[in-house]
């Protein structure tokens, strides 16, 4: 049975709850009893009582309004001064708008509300961003408050064709996503793609951003990520401009960019804040740093258990010779070095800055000097681990540096287990499943994997502006003109 | 009736389809592995760790009394520095059987670790054992795709090749730091290594020109190469000096570094070279012009007159042009002489004469001896930046 507005049953809904507000008015122009209700905290009081209870307390004109519906008329048209005002008929929407944080007043006898946008909740102020930083670019970042967020955005697209659809997701969060695209330029099936995927979400709570995530990717067992997300208001502006399609999720700190690619994870504002050649070359080092973090421990262990003549004899001589006194096989050394390294950046992750400063002391000067003077690992390890953690850390996305680290612990334990050939084993099924993976009809490994449309300009390198005429069609494939 | 046929028919082509894809997928998977890494040798498939092996940096052939000796330079463990990753003193094995691969089976059996020749660099050849057929000598390394490509091979001028390593050992050299010394030197003065093993069986497989292989001397602690031991059918015939050994350079067009001194005073040094040949046939007998153009530049000159005038330096390029015609017409000399094809005048007049070609082979031996050399030598001086 579909439930009507009224203030007796939500009285009772929130008897134990003490900060629901439901005060019941008596507007003495016209005798009509009226109830305010709001949250306490969430909305703004003072515009309360300013832009609508000293209306409805002193306002001459409700004298006129003789019934609940010429009150509910005039206070629609002019009788409050708030610009967001909005009729609700709807139970289930009364409670979902004043529990995010509006105002609305309930008309017993109409079975109706009026809602007031009055939503004033404390909010972290805008700061550069964490992750993401440039030193040449925009400082602003996006913060937990959606509706900042999505006016971040609007502001650097002020265009009438930037739509933000409010969906929500949550059975008791009620969370709110605003799914947001151009109009113009999107590919409306992806758009409603999303908006079906958002519809299909059905959890109580999502309190953590894989229960967004997790419902948005197609291959969920695979380690790599499949949906962007970024802190910067104009990475998802340029990424909204190129047809993708954002999502900003109430109470996290970032937008969600759908569909995703594997080069875009592998781009950084930073490249288009430099000279075209400056930024290809940082975007190149970028991949190589990917190569060396994904396939150096592995190689080492192929090369130095397996196929030692892979070494050049000095090199192979030299690490024969550090390896001397080691009594670990070079399989153990460096899968245990890789764990001892993983447990460092958990351990600094988790505690407090500073004890986590002392655990990264602490962990360098074990690891590096002291189980290297005690022959419990060889020099030339922890060299190839270091290398390889620190160009583990050069990836712009973490999502993907932590999929590439999972990644280079089960080359490692191929390579133990066939050398070379354990790793030519790996590195064609990794191919494979990045080449198998799908996101809202763009393949992830885009434009490499497309024989048709290879628009390799912001790939490997990122090509002068003047060059980027076009927007990728994948996700652009009406209005693909982006310059002349 | 109908749809049951049809189900069926869906049926098996929702079968048939993926059996299909995953077939191919599988065999790729398993399969392209194997090619990519190489690993066609099930040996390469054993766990070996790095401080098992034996590493043999260099490795001696010898060939006496019907037996070949290998010896093998490793580094064994005393003076190793773990710490600093520096490799202990180089010291040498040594292990005798019928045939090289006999007497290295029995260098691993010796052998305290796995004895491992897959790094080695250069394998040496003793005069004796070059003498009596190089063949054999390589033979057991020749099947070995990474010392094919990598190794190089030298011949020991007149001596054993375990004597000539034994000696650098007593001499406190370090073997594997002076071959490679070699090597670099080597380098320096021509544009690539022709004594690389995969050369080396390149140049074996035909019989109508003369294999040729640097060869080392040892003086004062140190090891050089003096020229090329020149081979006959295989076998070691002659060590050619310097000046031969750079003619025939000229002739192969792979000369990088040269010096010349013309006169007394002045020195040059080559910075450019092209050699092109050409045979022509006239009544059986070969006709071949050697065509080089080389440019020098000046490095030493403290002569009384002013060399840089145009009519010195046109002295001194015909100076230095009759030089390098010099050395080169020295080594066709003794290709004349001793009937053996050095500058591989066979190759070329098999590519420029085909048909009369197959008519010569048979006697090429015969008409190295009646070549008849045009020599047409052109030369330019840069003058140093000092003037």
Redesign the interface.
């Known amino acids: 049975m579909e439930k009507i507005i009224n203030s007796a049953e939500i009285k009772e809904l929130f008897k134990d709850s003490s900060d629901i507000g439901l005060r019941l008015i008596k507007i003495s122009q016209n005798n009509i009893k009226i109830h305010i209700f709001c949250v306490d905290g969430l909305v703004n009081t003072q515009l309360l009582d300013e832009a609508i209870l000293r209306n409805l307390k002193m306002d001459p004109y409700l004298s006129g309004c003789l019934t609940e519906r010429m009150l509910m008329d005039y206070l629609l048209e002019a009788g409050a001064y708030h610009a967001f005002t909005k009729e609700e008929t709807d139970y289930d929407n009364l409670l979902r708008a004043v529990l995010s944080g509006m105002a609305a007043i309930i008309f017993d006898g109409e079975k109706k509300a009026i809602i007031y946008d009055l939503r004033s909740f404390e909010t972290r102020s805008i700061q550069a961003p964490e992750e993401e930083g440039v030193i040449k670019g925009a400082k602003d970042s996006f913060i937990e408050a959606m509706r900042v967020n999505t006016a971040l955005i609007r502001r650097r697209i002020k265009s009438e064709f930037l739509v933000v659809e409010l969906l929500c997701a949550g059975r008791l969060s009620k969370t709110d996503i605003s799914l947001v695209y151009l109009s113009n330029v999107a590919d409306m099936g992806k758009v409603a793609m999303i908006r079906d995927a958002i519809s299909k979400i059905d959890i109580d709570n999502i309190s953590t951003p894989a229960f967004i995530e997790e419902y948005l990717v197609e291959n969920k067992r695979s380690i790599f990520p499949q949906i962007m997300y970024t802190q910067r208001p104009d990475r998802a502006a340029a990424n909204l401009s190129d047809g993708r399609i954002a999502l900003v999720v109430d109470g996290m700190p970032f937008v969600y960019i759908l569909p995703c690619q594997l080069v875009m994870l592998m781009q950084s504002p930073e490249d288009y804040a430099n000279h075209f050649f400056v930024g290809s070359s940082l975007r190149f080092i970028r991949y190589i740093a990917m190569i060396i973090t994904l396939f150096l421990p592995a190689f080492y262990i192929a090369a ?6 892979m ?4 090199l ?11 009594p670990f ?2 399989a153990a050394e460096v899968i245990g070095l890789l764990i001892a390294f993983e447990l460092l950046i958990e351990a600094g992750l988790r505690l407090p800055k500073a004890v986590g400063t002392a655990i990264s002391i602490l962990g360098g000067v074990v690891i590096g000097q002291s189980a ?2 005690a ?1 419990l690992i ?3 390890v922890v060299v190839i681990v270091a290398l390889a953690g620190i160009a583990g850390f050069v990836m712009p996305n973490q999502d993907l540096s932590s999929g590439i680290r999972v990644s280079r612990f089960m080359l490692a334990v191929l390579a133990c287990v ?8 790996g ?3 990794l191919i ?1 499943h990045l080449c198998g993976l799908d996101n809202f009809g763009t393949a992830y490994m885009s434009p490499f994997v497309d024989a048709d449309k290879r628009d390799h300009k912001d790939t490997l390198f990122r090509y002068p502006i003047r060059f980027f005429g076009k927007r990728p069609p994948d996700t652009a494939p009406v209005n693909q003109t982006k310059q002349n | 009736m109908k749809l049951i046929n049809l189900l069926l028919t869906i049926k098996t082509t929702k079968l048939i389809k993926p059996i299909k894809l995953i077939m191919p997928l599988k065999f790729l998977v398993f399969a392209l592995p194997l090619l990519l890494c190489g690993c066609t040798n099930l040996n390469d498939m054993n766990r070996k760790e790095l401080d098992e092996i034996n590493f043999i940096h260099a490795m001696g052939i010898d060939y006496e009394e019907g037996e070949y000796t290998l010896s093998a330079i490793y580094s064994s463990d005393s003076g190793a520095d773990p710490e600093k990753g520096k490799a202990g003193k180089e010291d040498i094995m040594e292990a005798s059987g019928a045939t090289p691969y006999e007497a290295f089976e029995e260098l691993r059996l010796k052998s305290k670790k796995i004895v491992s020749v897959a790094n080695t660099g250069y394998f040496l050849i003793g005069d004796s054992a070059a003498r009596s057929g190089i063949k054999e000598c390589l033979d057991f390394i020749s099947h070995d795709e990474t010392i094919k490509m990598e190794s190089l091979i030298f011949v020991t001028k007149e001596m054993a090749a375990k004597d000539f390593l034994g000696m650098g050992i007593e001499n406190e050299q370090t073997i594997q730091a002076d071959l490679e010394a070699v090597e670099q030197k080597q380098l320096r003065l021509i544009t690539r290594n022709d004594n690389t093993l995969i050369n080396l069986l390149n140049e074996m497989r035909q019989g109508y020109y003369s294999l040729l292989i640097p060869y080392l001397v040892s003086e004062e602690n140190a090891f050089l190469i003096r020229g090329y031991a020149v081979f006959d059918e295989l076998e070691l015939k002659d060590y050619l000096d310097m000046d031969t050994s750079s003619g025939i350079n000229f002739v192969r067009n792979i000369v990088r570094a040269y010096p010349i001194y013309p006169e007394a005073g002045i020195s040059l040094s080559l910075t450019f070279s092209n050699t092109k040949l050409k045979s022509d046939l006239e009544d059986g007998d070969v006709k071949v012009r050697i065509e080089v153009y080389f440019e020098t530049m000046i490095e030493e000159a403290y002569a009384d007159v002013n060399i840089f005038t145009a009519e010195n330096l046109s002295r001194l390029t015909a100076r230095q042009n009759k030089y390098i015609e010099d050395i080169i017409k020295k080594a066709a000399d003794y290709s004349a002489e001793t009937g053996l094809d050095i500058f591989r005048i066979s190759r070329l007049v098999e590519n420029e004469h085909e048909g009369e070609w197959e008519k010569l082979k048979g006697s090429w031996k015969e008409s190295i001896s009646k070549i008849k050399y045009e020599y047409d030598l052109r030369s330019k001086i840069s003058k140093s930046f000092i003037y």
Not at chain 1, 316 to 326: G, M
Request: proline content about 5%; hydrophobic content about 50%.
């Open positions: 130095t258990t397996f196929q030692s003549q070494l050049p004899v000095q192979a001589l030299s690490i024969q010779a550090a390896k001397q006194s080691v096989s070079s290297v003077a022959n060889s020099p030339a066939g050398g070379f050939l354990g790793l030519a084993f590195l064609i099924i494979l």
